[in-house]
């Protein structure tokens, strides 16, 4: 079974749409086979998006996403990293279409309510970044 990591974001929690998101997932037949709320700190955010960490706006990240905690998620099913993708939409909301989750909630680039791992590559290295084996379940 595919698997990719999920980061719910502070602005989806801090606008309730955190149970929206997830069913929009469980509608779509994908599995929850791990989740728990962490506060990410400056050295795991850096790590996680270091291939942004020399960017100018990179503290803005860093501020926004180690602001509050965030739920993270592994959710696994065919085809599991392009459909998510296609379910959240673009990165900049502005740009997302209507019916995708960062269209519909999302207010720019940053504000876009939802990580999503961009290749079954990343989701590999992100899920082991952020879960330990024991804590993700299925097969």
Same mark, same amino acid.
Not at 42 to 56: F, G, Q, S, T, V
Not at 60 to 72: D, H, I, K
């Given at each position: ?8 974001k502070?602005? &989806?929690?801090e606008?309730?749409?955190?149970? &929206?998101?997830? +069913?929009? /997932?469980e ?5 929850? @086979?791990?989740?728990?709320? @962490?506060?990410? !700190?400056?050295?795991?955010?850096r790590?996680? #998006? ?6 100018? /706006? #990179?503290?803005?990240?860093?501020? /926004? ?8 998620? @592994? ?11 296609? #379910?959240?939409? @673009?990165?900049? !909301?502005?740009?997302?279409s ?7 909630w999302?207010? $720019?680039?940053?504000l876009?309510?939802?990580?999503? !791992?961009? !290749?079954?590559?990343?989701? &590999?290295?992100?899920? $082991?970044?952020? =879960?330990? *084996? +024991?804590?993700v =379940?299925? *097969?």
């Amino acid at each position: 079974m595919e698997k990719t990591l999920i980061i719910i974001k502070p602005d &989806a929690i801090e606008r309730r749409r955190v149970s &929206a998101i997830l +069913d929009r /997932f469980e509608q779509a037949g994908l599995d929850i @086979v791990a989740s728990k709320m @962490v506060r990410l !700190s400056k050295e795991k955010l850096r790590e996680h #998006y270091a291939h942004i960490a020399d960017k100018p /706006f #990179y503290p803005e990240v860093e501020a /926004f996403m180690g602001s509050r905690p965030v739920l993270v998620m @592994v959710l696994a099913g065919e085809g599991v990293v392009e459909r998510v993708r296609k #379910y959240l939409g @673009v990165t900049d !909301s502005r740009k997302a279409s209507p019916g995708t989750i960062r269209g519909d909630w999302g207010t $720019n680039m940053m504000l876009n309510l939802v990580h999503a !791992s961009d !290749s079954d590559e990343t989701a &590999a290295a992100e899920i $082991n970044r952020l =879960f330990s *084996d +024991d804590e993700v =379940f299925g *097969d």
